[in-house]
């Protein structure tokens, strides 16, 4: 059992940046993999980014790569999502998730996460 909450989410225009956090509740946050997911009004949730327990692996959809960087601070118990250069199409509600698989692997299936965030939006205006 874990929570997890979300903030930093807002309204900025195109190509400016936000900075969005995730807190983990429990002692365990180091064993999990974290990852970001994204859902738009009547569009599927996909796929932001995920990292490693230890940050040593990060993966990226294609269209944030170079722009968003995924990271951790696991003293912290704290998972971030630092988003450059947004584009009007990156608006959607944002939402942590955590991987308690002891595989190791970076999962980028909404199904192979355990524990989700409520969320929080993100608008991009142009």
Known sequence: QVQLVESGGGLVQAG???????????????????????????????????????????????????????????????VYLQMNSLKPEDTAVYYCAADRSVVGLLMDAGDEYDYWGQGTQVTVSS
């Open 16 to 78: 400016g940046s936000l900075r969005l956090s995730c807190a983990a509740s429990g002692r365990a946050f180091n064993s999990y993999n974290m990852g970001w997911f994204r859902q738009a009004p009547g569009k599927e949730r996909e796929f932001v980014a995920a990292i490693s327990r230890n940050s040593g692996s990060r993966y990226y959809r294609g269209s944030v790569k170079g722009r968003f960087t995924i990271s951790r601070d696991n003293a912290q118990n704290t």
